[in-house]
């Protein structure tokens, strides 16, 4: 191979190495749900109804995955756990996401597969300027409302829900990780560069 097509290739690889490096720039992002409240576990062989248990979400999602609209922002979830106190921890394969409405500042948990909303927050001055992008919080003990329509699957292939609709307080957080992509960066840098010498010594 020649020394100039040995170098486009290099190049290539680069470019190509910069480019997954900006990817890797994008900032996850976890939203946290904390309280108590009654639950219905079904995992097809016994039907269980949890009362008055302490529960926490816990959802990840990526801020380049945020979306708009008129008056919010939604942004779909990429992992969700429910962790049941006494009852155990779920890993939730629904599609799920958060939804923001500045207007009304209404934020939210949402059931994607059935488009029914899982938790709502009302009244909650912190989200009247916020983007979905940036930690919040935490807020302790919001006015919220559960919902029991939405039915959430878990990877046992358990079914799980709220058992009854009920007002209630709960509180949350979100929390952001600027992951340390510049190690990466530039120990492919570094190979790159050597790539590159042994390929001249050799021609």
């Known amino acids: 191979m020649s020394t100039k097509r040995a170098h486009k290739k290099s190049f290539a690889l680069l470019a190509a190495i910069f480019m997954l490096s900006a990817h890797s720039y994008a ?22 109804t949890y009362s008055d248990v302490s529960f926490q979400f816990f959802g ?12 919010g922002f939604d942004l779909v979830l990429d992992s969700l756990t429910l ?5 155990g921890l779920f890993d939730i394969v629904s599609a799920t996401s958060v939804f923001l409405n500045t207007d ?7 059931d994607d597969v059935n488009a029914v909303d899982l938790i709502l ?17 935490p807020i302790d003990n919001a006015d919220a409302f559960f919902s029991e329509f939405p039915i959430l699957i878990a990877s046992g292939g358990e079914s799980i829900g709220f058992d009854d ?3 209630a307080t709960v509180s ?6 600027v992951p340390d992509s510049s190690v990466s960066l530039i120990g492919s840098l570094t190979l790159v560069t ?4 042994r390929r001249r010594r050799k021609a």
Request: glycine share 12%; charged share 15%.
């Open 60 to 71: 990840t999602g990526d801020t380049e995955n945020r979306g708009s609209y008129a008056n």
């Open 83 to 87: 962790d049941i106190g006494g009852v």
């Open 194 to 197: 050597m790539m590159l010498l």
């Open 121 to 137: 927050f009302f009244n909650v001055p912190a989200l009247a300027t916020y983007d979905l992008l940036s930690p919040l919080g």
């Open 104 to 110: 009304f500042q209404v934020f939210g948990l949402s």
């Open 172 to 177: 949350f957080a979100a929390v952001t990780a």
């Open 27 to 48: 900032i996850p992002i976890s939203f946290v749900f904390e309280g108590v409240g009654s639950f219905e576990v079904d995992d097809g062989i016994t039907d269980q």
């Open 165 to 167: 609709s009920v007002d």
